[in-house]
């Protein structure tokens, strides 16, 4: 399954015409604001891809590298800051964050209206139960290659290992929606390849490199593997592509599978909150959601994998 493609027929097909009615409309360009605390060379090579995918589209992306010893008073007087600007669209803050900051605050502290990561408690909330709202950009991408590539969800057994706020549990949730059974596996899981052998779609997300081998996978599954690690200088995901895809119907390759994907529902997801941000009243906010995921069941429907 290739994100590269996916992200780049999604923007033609879809986000560069949806930017410019938005950009007539409202007569300025989306603006995200990203936070990132401290040295992460994966967060850093993260922001890259995403500034050239966004320059691409005419979206602003403005980023706010802070040094690792930023309190967590000082991130949320900047986030204080970006929620009340009518210019800021979006905000997203990278994790993880230092230890000395709170996840969970910060998070708390992002306003519902421009959470592009799903992952303030209004947005968790809705995508629990199943209710219009923005759902975390990489579970969001997972889920979309799935339906990208056509894949059947309805009665398959759907493994996920990892059980993350961002992607593990929202990912869980989409396939969960589209009536797979779900399995969800993590590091207290008792023999893992006993459950991952049993999966009809395996999605893994946990980031230790290679963790799923030949053994550990049923022949004919479809493989989503989300993690990100470096191994002897390479970048390499959680699966073992090598000695798997042969063996499998489809799998993702690391890079180049989920990542892509990942920065065009991000795009995708900014657009939605620019529109929110215009908004007065909730039933139109509503509305704005509701419409927002019909969009890319015309998009899958009119796909070309
Ligand atoms: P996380 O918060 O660290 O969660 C990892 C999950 O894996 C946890 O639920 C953990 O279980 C589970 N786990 C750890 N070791 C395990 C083992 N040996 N067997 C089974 N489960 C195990 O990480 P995350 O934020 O969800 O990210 C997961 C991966 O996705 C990372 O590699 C990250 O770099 C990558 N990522 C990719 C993208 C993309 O665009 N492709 C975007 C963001 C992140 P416990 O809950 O029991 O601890």
Redesign the pocket.
Request: positive net charge; aromatic residues 4%; contains cysteine.
């Given at each position: 399954m290739d994100g590269r493609q996916f992200a780049d027929e999604y923007a033609k097909k879809v986000l560069k015409s949806r930017c410019k009615v938005f950009i007539e409309r409202y007569e300025r360009l989306p603006v995200l604001n990203s936070i990132v605390v401290g040295e992460h060379p994966?967060i850093r090579s993260?922001v890259r891809v995403k500034e050239r995918y966004f320059d691409r589209l005419c979206m602003v992306s403005k980023n706010h590298f802070l040094p690792e010893k930023t309190s967590e008073q000082e991130v949320l007087s900047l986030l204080r800051q970006l929620n009340e600007d009518s210019t800021v669209d979006g905000i997203l803050v990278h994790?993880p964050l230092p230890d000395h900051i709170n996840e969970e605050i910060v998070i708390e502290n992002i306003v519902t209206e421009k959470d592009v990561d799903g992952l303030s408690p209004k947005n968790i909330y809705a995508w629990v139960k199943d209710l219009p709202g923005l759902i975390p950009a990489?579970a969001l991408?997972a889920f979309a290659l799935l339906k990208y590539y056509r894949i059947p969800i309805k009665g398959k057994h759907a493994v996920v290992?990892?059980?993350?706020t961002?992607?593990?549990k929202p990912v869980a949730h989409l396939v969960l929606r589209e009536d797979a059974t779900v399995t969800i596996?993590?590091?207290?899981?008792k023999k893992?390849g006993f459950h991952t052998t049993k999966a009809d779609i395996l999605i893994s997300?946990?980031?230790?490199p290679h963790?799923v081998n030949k053994e550990m996978v049923k022949p004919n599954a479809v493989v989503v593997d989300?993690?990100?690690?470096k191994k002897n200088g390479k970048i390499v995901g959680?699966v073992d592509f090598k000695s798997i895809k042969d063996k499998v119907s489809y799998i993702t390759p690391v890079p180049g599978g989920?990542?892509p994907v990942?920065v065009a529902m991000l795009a995708s997801n900014l657009l939605l909150t620019f529109e929110l941000q215009q908004h007065d009243s909730d039933e139109n906010i509503q509305a704005s959601l509701r419409r927002y995921y019909t969009t890319f069941d015309d998009f899958y429907r009119d796909s070309n994998p």
């Open positions: 994966a993260y994790m990489t991408a290992i990892g059980r993350s961002v992607i593990g596996c993590h590091s207290k899981t893992l997300a946990v980031g230790k963790l989300v993690g990100i690690n959680d989920v990542g990942t």
